[in-house]
T-cell receptor, first 111, second 115 residues
Framework: SQQGEEDPQALSIQEGENATMNCSYK?????LQWYRQNSGRGLVHLIL?????REKHSGRLRVTLDTSKKSSSLLITASRAADTASYFC???????????FGTGTKLQVIP | DTEVTQTPKHLVMGMTNKKSLKCEQH?????MYWYKQKAKKPPELMFV???????INESVPSRFSPECPNSSLLNLHLHALQPEDSALYLC??????????????FGPGTRLTVL
């Protein structure tokens, strides 16, 4: 299975702190995406990083990708209570519509 | 319009019932997806439609029957389900591409309970 493993499974931080979550995967990928899911709701796309990119920023989000280690990290800076959600990485393979989701990190930001 | 809509939001059905889940998008996307998500687990792909044709079936039991009537609509017909099929069913769409895997836009899901 290409399913990614995310670490940590759960993370609890104070508002204003930074949150870092990691994703490891098993096979070569075309791109890696990060999604957020609020409890019992649909997923919201956050950011996509391609296999030839090493770092990408979007607002308070910073994503890194290390294809040699088959790993990625998502950093959320200056966290807010509204960032409380589950975060999933998802990997895609060139020429194939399927994305495979990682196990997820549940983030709680305490006001 | 970047919205994917799903109806109903909640569905309770018996094991002998027949019901359908509906999904709609107006973003001009040509790929549409059904996922199943159990509590505290990641979404699991069930089906992919590309240009209104079924392109991926992840060995889903025949009691789940997908249908894509046109490029904007995706249905999931349910028949003779089991209690273990209770889950959140998510629909998603993306621009179809055979060159890369695109961003997927998700609907809010249908919470299904099978009694």
């Amino acid at each position: 299975s290409q399913q990614g493993e995310e670490d940590p499974q759960a993370l609890s931080i104070q508002e204003g702190e930074n949150a870092t979550m990691n994703c490891s995967y098993k096979t070569s990928i075309n791109n890696l995406q990060w999604y957020r899911q609020n409890s019992g709701r649909g997923l919201v796309h956050l950011i996509l990083i391609r296999s030839n990119e090493r770092e990408k920023h979007s607002g308070r989000l910073r994503v890194t990708l290390d294809t040699s280690k088959k790993s990625s990290s998502l950093l959320i800076t200056a966290s807010r209570a509204a960032d409380t959600a589950s975060y999933f990485c998802a990997t895609g393979v060139r020429g194939y519509q399927k994305v495979t989701f990682g196990t997820g990190t549940k983030l709680q930001v305490i006001p | 319009d970047t919205e994917v809509t799903q109806t109903p939001k909640h569905l309770v059905m018996g094991m002998t019932n027949k019901k359908s889940l509906k999904c709609e998008q107006h973003m001009g996307h040509r790929a549409m997806y059904w996922y199943k998500q159990k509590a505290k687990k990641p979404p699991e792909l069930m089906f992919v439609y590309s240009y209104e044709k079924l392109s991926i079936n992840e060995s889903v039991p025949s009691r789940f029957s997908p249908e894509c009537p046109n490029s904007s609509l995706l249905n999931l017909h349910l028949h003779a389900l089991q209690p273990e099929d209770s889950a959140l069913y998510l629909c998603a769409s993306s621009q179809d591409s055979t060159v890369r895997t695109d961003t997927q836009y998700f609907g809010p899901g249908t919470r299904l309970t099978v009694l």
